[in-house]
Every structure is written in C-alpha cells, then in structure tokens.
C-alpha cells in the first residue's frame, strides 16, 4: 500500500517514535514531511537516479529524509556518524552526493570538510547551523506537502563499515516499477509473522544496511517502529516493556551485554509482548544463542546476508537447536562453498561461501574489488569463509581476511572470541595475528574485562588457561592483553584492523 493510502487510513497511528524522548511522528507527519522533502530535492534540480548523502545520529527526521528520497527515485548513502572527516570526505565524493544532510551534532566532523567537498550543490544542516550550511527546517518549511508528479523507487547505496580497509560502495541499479505498489514488509510478514499491529524494535544507529532497510520495511508496511537514539542494555529490556515490542533485530554484542546484567536488572521487565528477535551482522557464540532462547523462549531468528544483496540465509530456533551453530540455509540464491583454486568442497570441509542467482551488485568506482567477488561462474562472495553440513545448513568460520597463518596453519579466530566472551569476567574480546619471527604470527588477544580492576597477569593467564581447557592450543593466545573499550562499531562489528594495525606498525611491518 502507498504511504498515502496508510497516512489517509490511519492518520495518527505512530509511524515512529524515538525511544527515550517520546517524539512520536504520525503517519500523517510522516507523509507530509517526506513530501515537502521530496519536493525540495526537485527544487534542487535533483532527478531520478542522483545521490544525497546522509551524516546523522539516530535523528527525528532521519527517517523521513530517506522516505523522501526512496520516492524521489534519489540514491541515498547513509554515513557512520562514528568516522572522522577524511573519512566523511571520502564517501560523500565517492558516492557523488549533490545533497549533504547533516546536524549540528557532527560539527566537530563536518567543518573541515566545508571547503573540500566541491561537488556539492547544497550542504544541510538540522538543530543549528554554521558558516556554509543551510538549515534544513527552514528550507523544508517552504515546501509543498503534496506527492511529486514523478515518483519513482529509490534506493540505498550504503558503503561497508571498513572493518578491513577502506569502505565500499555497494551499488545496484534502480528497481523500476512505481513506488508504493509494492508491500515492503512482505519479507518480514512471511519470515518473522508481522502484521498491521507489529511493533519493531530498532536498538542499532539506522546508517547501517540491516537496521535502515528492516526499519524502513516495516515502517512503509504501514506498522509502528521504536527508535533506540543509542543502545544500552537496560534501556533496550524497558523498550520492549514500555512499548509492547512485537518484533525486534539485535547483534550478538547487544545480547552479550544484556545477559552480562546483574540478574534482578535484566529480569524486572515484562517482555511477553516479544514475539520475534531477530539477530545477525556477526556469527553469535553457541553459548550466547543458548542462554537467550532459554530466556526469551524459542522466538531468536537469525539470518546471514550482506548490503551487498546477494543472497538471505535463514534460520528459526527450533532449526538451529537441530544445527547450533548455524546461520541457516539459503532462502534466496543457492550456496557454494569453493577452495582457493575454485573448485567446490566436500561436505564440513570450509572454503569461501559463494552465492548463485541472490542478486547482482558491483563496488561503486572498483572495479577490481567487484572482479574479486567473483567466482569464474558468476557467484558472488562477501569473503567469509564457512561450510555446510549433510542437511545443507550453513556455519560460518570467519571472514578470510582475518585468517592468521602461523607455521602454515590456518587458524581462524572466531572461535576462540566465541570461547573467550563467555568467561564471566570477559566483556568483550579481539583475537587476531600478530608478528612472530619463527612462526610469521602467532594468536593475541586484546580484551575488555568486565570490571577493568581485575586486568592484569593473573587475569591472562587465567584467560589462555580457560582457552587450553576447550579448544586446540594451536588456537589459543600465546598472551593477551587488556583495553577499556575495544573499537566495536554500534552495530557489532569490531574495526580489529585498528588493533591490529597497531602491533604490526610496533614490529616495524605493514600488514
């Protein structure tokens, strides 16, 4: 149904609310606002097929900036409001972007990009502005509320988070079609059971692919989304029971975070309106997905894709405790696991997971990067690496660039953090190489303990003796060492290229 259908059925249902203020945007608001944007955008001279980049926290109109664009048939870029300006500056030119939306919360970020960004036809700011921008309230206070004579489907073209190097676009061509004609939400009805009365949990910053596009999802489906403007464990548990939360996504980290409460904390709130937690962005340690099926029942769903759109994998509760461990089975493209030469592997043998007939995508501007997901058949890869077992299901080891090659042995460092986070004085945790003269690496870990007083020797060697105890000792850290907070991106994935660039840059060598 078109958002004007909705907003004319049921004017005052809340589309949106953010989570700790209360603001609540009706549906009402929500098509008159993304109207007047849209119609700004024309204003500009922006048409179908142009780009506008987005730098906001979890905003009130955040939402509605990127509605209007989606009807305007604009590609929009959502940025990490986490990096710094070179950063900025490098994928606001890359995307193209004619339009920059930002507030006056980044302008620490923004200000030195003032005379840089020469591509630009209008720089935006919301709550304030600065010498160079314009505010994008009074900009939109003139504008029409009525739909533009030439809506068409717009999309995202969000860039990686640059766990592992700098960060990239992931272009598609436009949908064609009419927008609106389409439900949005079909996916999540049939996969999650949502419905008019759903209402969804978003506790992750809406610059990141997942987040926006479910947010987006059931926000255009014509059902209720709750904003988390930052993540905090017991915030998000009250969340569900202020609001009466029926669907919900997370990351591992958050679930890690939550279980790692004090007990009476994360067990004071009602959350029986909860019917479907999904998950995903990271592989969840086994002991973690247990722990929060036992508390939250048999309602976890996970899922393992990219913003690359190449292919789903799915998995409910009841499947994955046939298969622990798993992420699931191909719902979308056909799955091919292949070793370094091409070829595919054998049944539990691991290789890189490969994606038949899920989508097509490119690296905006990289051509060689594009060239180097692909395998001489056509599938596409997101460069992990995993397996599948007899039922065809699905368990990822690691991303390929985190391997770490000691003595000739490839070992993969997912399942010792998998291992290390469950200790109880563990909070969170990063296991990469680092430089070995005989060896060439050797397995470190860096981690945030529970309670920063208990960091130290003893601490260590507690932590390696825990590791010798369940895993091969070829896996474990020869030491470790501690931070007070590792450099975990809000949406769970961890920049270890920051750590680990560190110690190779210490031994005199580049990675």
């Given at each position: 149904?078109?958002l004007?259908?909705?907003?004319?059925?049921?004017?005052?249902?809340?589309?949106?609310?953010?989570?700790?203020?209360?603001?609540?945007?009706?549906?009402?608001?929500?098509?008159a606002?993304?109207?007047?944007?849209?119609?700004?955008?024309?204003?500009?001279?922006l048409?179908?097929g142009?780009h506008?980049?987005?730098?906001l926290?979890?905003?009130?109109?955040?939402?509605?900036?990127?509605?209007?664009?989606?009807?305007?048939g604009?590609?929009?870029?959502?940025i990490?409001?986490?990096?710094?300006?070179?950063?900025?500056?490098?994928?606001?030119?890359?995307?193209?972007?004619k339009?920059?939306?930002?507030?006056?919360?980044?302008?620490?970020?923004?200000?030195?990009?003032?005379?840089?960004?020469?591509?630009?036809?209008?720089f935006?700011?919301?709550?304030?502005?600065?010498?160079?921008?314009?505010?994008?309230?009074?900009?939109?206070?003139?504008?029409?509320?009525?739909?533009?004579?030439?809506e068409?489907?717009?999309?995202?073209?969000?860039?990686?988070?640059?766990?592992t190097?700098?960060p990239?676009?992931?272009?598609?061509?436009?949908?064609?079609?009419?927008?609106?004609?389409?439900?949005?939400?079909?996916?999540?009805?049939?996969?999650?059971?949502?419905g008019?009365?759903?209402?969804?949990?978003?506790?992750?910053?809406?610059?990141?692919?997942?987040?926006?596009?479910?947010t987006?999802?059931?926000?255009?489906?014509?059902m209720?989304?709750?904003?988390?403007?930052?993540?905090?464990?017991?915030?998000?548990?009250?969340?569900?029971?202020t609001?009466?939360?029926?669907?919900?996504?997370?990351?591992p980290?958050?679930?890690?975070?939550?279980?790692?409460?004090?007990?009476?904390?994360?067990?004071q709130?009602d959350?029986?309106?909860?019917?479907?937690?999904?998950?995903?962005?990271?592989?969840?340690?086994?002991?973690?997905?247990?722990q929060?099926?036992?508390?939250?029942?048999?309602?976890?769903?996970?899922?393992?894709?990219?913003s690359?759109?190449?292919?789903?994998?799915?998995?409910?509760?009841?499947?994955?405790?046939?298969?622990?461990?798993?992420v699931?089975?191909?719902?979308?493209?056909?799955?091919?696991?292949?070793?370094e030469?091409?070829?595919?592997?054998?049944?539990?043998?691991?290789?890189t997971i490969?994606?038949?007939?899920?989508?097509?995508?490119?690296?905006?501007?990289?051509?060689?990067?594009?060239?180097?997901?692909?395998?001489?058949?056509?599938?596409?890869t997101?460069?992990?690496?995993?397996?599948?077992?007899a039922?065809?299901?699905?368990?990822?080891?690691?991303?390929?660039?985190?391997?770490?090659?000691?003595?000739?042995v490839?070992?993969?460092?997912q399942?010792?953090?998998?291992?290390?986070?469950?200790?109880p004085?563990?909070?969170?945790?990063a296991?990469?190489?680092?430089?070995?003269?005989?060896?060439?690496?050797?397995?470190?870990?860096?981690?945030?303990?529970?309670?920063?007083?208990?960091?130290?020797?003893?601490?260590?060697?507690?932590?390696?003796?825990?590791?010798?105890?369940?895993?091969?000792?070829?896996?474990c850290?020869?030491?470790?060492d501690?931070?007070?907070e590792?450099?975990?991106?809000?949406?769970?994935?961890?920049?270890?290229?920051l750590?680990?660039?560190?110690?190779?840059a210490?031994?005199?060598k580049?990675?």
């Amino acid at each position: 149904m078109h958002l004007s259908e909705i907003a004319q059925q049921n004017p005052e249902k809340p589309a949106y609310i953010m989570a700790a203020s209360g603001e609540t945007v009706t549906y009402a608001a929500l098509e008159a606002g993304s109207n007047q944007i849209a119609n700004l955008f024309r204003s500009l001279g922006l048409h179908r097929g142009d780009h506008i980049a987005i730098l906001l926290e979890n905003h009130p109109l955040f939402l509605q900036i990127c509605v209007a664009a989606q009807r305007a048939g604009l590609y929009f870029t959502a940025i990490s409001y986490r990096l710094q300006s070179d950063e900025v500056e490098y994928i606001v030119k890359d995307c193209g972007a004619k339009v920059f939306i930002t507030s006056i919360d980044r302008r620490a970020v923004v200000e030195p990009l003032l005379d840089k960004l020469e591509g630009l036809e209008r720089f935006f700011m919301l709550d304030g502005v600065i010498a160079g921008c314009d505010a994008l309230e009074a900009a939109i206070e003139s504008q029409s509320t009525e739909v533009i004579a030439d809506e068409s489907i717009g999309t995202s073209m969000l860039y990686s988070s640059g766990t592992t190097g700098r960060p990239k676009g992931v272009y598609r061509a436009l949908p064609e079609g009419v927008w609106g004609a389409e439900d949005p939400s079909a996916m999540f009805q049939a996969l999650y059971g949502a419905g008019p009365d759903s209402i969804y949990l978003t506790p992750a910053p809406l610059y990141h692919a997942a987040p926006l596009a479910f947010t987006m999802g059931f926000l255009l489906g014509g059902m209720t989304c709750i904003v988390m403007e930052h993540f905090e464990a017991l915030a998000a548990l009250s969340a569900i029971e202020t609001y009466k939360v029926t669907h919900s996504q997370w990351v591992p980290t958050m679930f890690i975070r939550m279980l790692k409460l004090d007990e009476a904390d994360r067990t004071q709130f009602d959350l029986s309106s909860l019917k479907c937690a999904i998950h995903a962005a990271a592989p969840c340690p086994v002991p973690i997905k247990e722990q929060m099926i036992e508390w939250w029942g048999p309602i976890i769903y996970e899922y393992y894709a990219g913003s690359e759109g190449n292919g789903f994998v799915a998995i409910n509760s009841e499947e994955w405790l046939a298969h622990k461990g798993s992420v699931g089975r191909g719902l979308t493209a056909v799955l091919h696991i292949c070793d370094e030469s091409g070829e595919e592997v054998g049944v539990g043998e691991s290789g890189t997971i490969y994606f038949e007939g899920g989508g097509d995508f490119e690296y905006h501007n990289d051509a060689e990067k594009t060239a180097e997901s692909r395998h001489a058949k056509g599938w596409s890869t997101l460069g992990d690496v995993g397996y599948l077992d007899a039922d065809g299901y699905l368990y990822l080891t690691d991303r390929k660039s985190f391997m770490i090659i000691s003595g000739g042995v490839n070992i993969y460092p997912q399942e010792t953090e998998n291992l290390l986070v469950t200790h109880p004085k563990v909070m969170d945790v990063a296991v990469f190489g680092v430089p070995n003269d005989e060896f060439g690496e050797e397995v470190k870990a860096v981690v945030q303990p529970k309670d920063w007083s208990d960091a130290g020797p003893e601490l260590a060697e507690e932590l390696i003796e825990f590791c010798r105890d369940n895993i091969s000792h070829i896996k474990c850290p020869k030491s470790i060492d501690f931070e007070a907070e590792l450099p975990r991106h809000p949406t769970g994935k961890l920049y270890k290229r920051l750590l680990k660039d560190r110690y190779w840059a210490e031994h005199g060598k580049a990675i």
